[in-house]
């Protein structure tokens, strides 16, 4: 592999057997081009100009810079759905590490979107986008906290601890809304979804007492005034008996969703019950939903450590005990005692969590049709709290290796279990574009292909070498994928040979076009009644109350 300029006039090089000699800004050559959508599996070489991929042909190109791929397998950049290190350069570098040169959070989601998409042009390494935040407009209501600018993942644990503040609860995460404040809680989602929001994201499963079925279906409606599509961590992740089993709480959404004809996102479906969320997601894409559901490829979570689903009356429903729960500063598994220290003074405190099951489901998701790998990236610290730079080394990092090495894992394992390569492309790539692009994103649309006339987001890998480097053990935490040396964000090249490129911001926004006008509308007893009835009951049900009966 090498990277060079073209070749000078009086190379021996015969101009004729150059095609458009020095006109490609990027050209790659000898490269096994792989791609879902169409399923192009052959050696071809690629011209990429203003950004865009303009040629895949079998013909020789000449260009201003030469890749030469031989041996390596040349696709679209990652998409990862599942980011919170999205408000971090140093999350940039470990993305493009990672070949992953869209990553968005849909899960946690932003607060401020406007302002977050302004803080970004012409200063990110890789494109953005973001859903408006259910938790963190629940936290500006119901904890009563104040939030200037834009807030992302970067702000969710120390936005989790101020949250304690004011009465010593947690509201936005155990207490129900009034009508009144729901109809806020809506009211200023609606404000972010007008600024271009991709959707809703939810945290539902860290908001469970709080978040009545109504308030979901609620939630969930306002992005579908807009035809967005709305993304959560259910409630209920991880139980395995009844009454509270895992998959009521993906059933709950997913039932809002088709009353809604929403696209819909399960955030990893890694748990508890998953092939039955995914059989029901497969049936409903038969009949045309735009639905799907995220994994990543480990078989320990991390969360933070007040999580209500962690807590003492909870943690047995996941089959698990405080043993299960690790340290990352220490690389150490927990226990009860540790667990209450802990809590007591820092609830915010990020921990890795490991469930057994996974083990025998792993080698399954890495098959499943439809399934994306999405990092679940947590924000990038090190071992002391303190927010890493563009400037910090890969190896000041402290916490869960999903951050820096979730898809080269993907493609290291399915490598192990035999998985077919261009599965495990669709997984990283196409089949989020797909789905993203079929909900109207019109810049998911031309991404996730490799293909002419797409955007030349590019990673170039090494089928038989790439890997994640890092552990759990403390000082291994962030070691950088390897195998990966070439990845081009909008056909600048990023990574070159497997070095990042410095002071070069080619990343583009990913969201709608900013609506004039709002599309929410307030709950409100009567009018609610009124559409539930549809005039089959007399005007003088208000007057008596909604328990009256008549004949139509």
């Given amino acids: 592999m090498f990277l060079s300029w073209a070749c000078s006039e009086d190379s021996n090089t015969s101009e004729e057997n150059i095609t458009n000699a020095n006109g490609y800004d990027v050209v790659i050559l000898n490269g096994r081009v792989m791609d879902p959508e169409t399923n192009l599996d052959a050696i071809r070489n690629v011209g990429i100009k203003g950004g865009i991929i303009e040629t895949i042909t079998e013909a020789t190109l000449g260009g201003t810079e030469i890749i030469d791929a031989e041996g390596h397998v040349v696709t679209a950049g990652f998409i990862d759905t599942h980011w919170h290190a999205?408000?971090?350069?140093?999350?940039?570098?470990?993305?493009?590490?990672?070949?992953?040169?869209?990553?968005?959070?849909?899960e946690v989601g932003s607060l401020n979107i406007n302002e977050w998409y302004e803080e970004r042009e012409g200063k990110w390494q890789v494109n953005y986008g973001a859903a408006v935040s259910h938790e963190f407009h629940r936290m500006m209501v119901l904890d009563k906290m104040e939030m200037v600018g834009p807030k992302d993942g970067n702000d969710f644990a120390a936005l989790r601890n101020a949250s304690y503040e004011e009465n010593d609860v947690p509201d936005w995460a155990v207490t129900m809304a009034s009508i009144d404040q729901l109809n806020t809680i809506c009211a200023n989602i609606d404000k972010d979804l007008q600024a271009g929001a991709l959707g809703v994201a939810s945290t539902t499963g860290y908001m469970g007492?709080?978040?009545?079925?109504?308030?979901?279906f609620n939630i969930q409606k306002t992005s579908a005034n807009y035809g967005r599509l709305y993304a959560s961590h259910v409630?209920?992740?991880?139980?395995s008996k009844p009454p509270t089993e895992a998959t009521l709480g993906a059933f709950e959404q997913i039932a809002n969703g088709v009353a809604l004809n929403q696209p819909l996102i399960l955030s990893h479906n890694n748990n508890f019950g998953w092939w039955e969320v995914e059989e029901h997601l497969q049936l409903l894409r038969d009949q045309g939903y735009n639905v799907w559901s995220e994994y990543y490829p480990y078989t320990c979570g991390s969360?933070?450590?007040?999580?209500?689903?962690?807590k003492p009356d909870n943690i047995g429903a996941l089959g698990l005990d405080y043993t299960n729960l690790v340290d990352p500063r220490t690389g150490d598994?927990?226990?009860?005692?540790?667990?209450?220290?802990?809590?007591?003074?820092?609830?915010?405190y990020i921990m890795v969590l490991c469930l057994p099951q996974r083990e025998e489901w792993l080698p399954m998701w890495l098959k499943v049709p439809h399934m994306t790998v999405a990092a679940d990236a947590m924000p990038p610290v090190d071992i002391e709290g303190n927010f890493l730079t563009w400037e910090d080394p890969f190896?000041?990092?402290?916490?869960?290796?999903r951050t820096v090495a979730t898809h080269a894992t993907s493609f290291r394992l399915a490598r192990e279990y035999k998985v077919p390569l261009m599965t495990t492309i669709a997984q990283n790539s196409y089949w989020a574009a797909k789905h993203l692009g079929d909900a109207g994103i019109e810049?998911?649309?031309?991404?996730?292909?490799?293909?002419?006339?797409?955007?030349?987001?590019?990673?170039?890998?090494?089928?038989n070498t790439i890997t994640d480097n890092a552990t759990y053990k403390v000082g291994e935490n962030g070691r950088p994928s390897t195998g990966i040396p070439y990845v081009l964000v909008n056909g600048t090249i990023m990574v070159n040979d497997?070095?990042?490129?410095?002071?070069?911001?080619?990343?583009?926004?990913?969201?709608?076009?900013k609506e004039e006008k709002g599309k929410f509308v307030p709950l409100e007893r009567e009018a609610y009644l009124e559409k539930i009835f549809r005039g089959y009951l007399p005007e003088d049900i208000f007057d008596h109350g909604a328990s009256n009966t008549t004949e139509k």
């Fill in 333 to 348: 598994p927990m226990n009860r005692d540790i667990y209450d220290s802990i809590v007591a003074v820092n609830p915010a």
């Fill in 498 to 513: 497997s070095k990042i490129v410095e002071g070069k911001y080619p990343g583009q926004a990913i969201r709608y076009p």
């Fill in 86 to 106: 999205n408000g971090s350069t140093w999350g940039n570098k470990a993305a493009l590490r990672d070949g992953v040169t869209t990553p968005m959070d849909l």
């Fill in 303 to 310: 969360s933070t450590i007040g999580s209500e689903f962690i």
């Fill in 443 to 463: 810049s998911m649309q031309k991404r996730g292909r490799m293909q002419e006339g797409m955007v030349a987001d590019i990673t170039i890998f090494n089928p």
């Fill in 235 to 239: 409630r209920l992740l991880g139980n």
């Fill in 395 to 401: 190896d000041a990092y402290n916490g869960h290796p």
């Fill in 209 to 216: 007492k709080g978040v009545t079925t109504l308030e979901l």
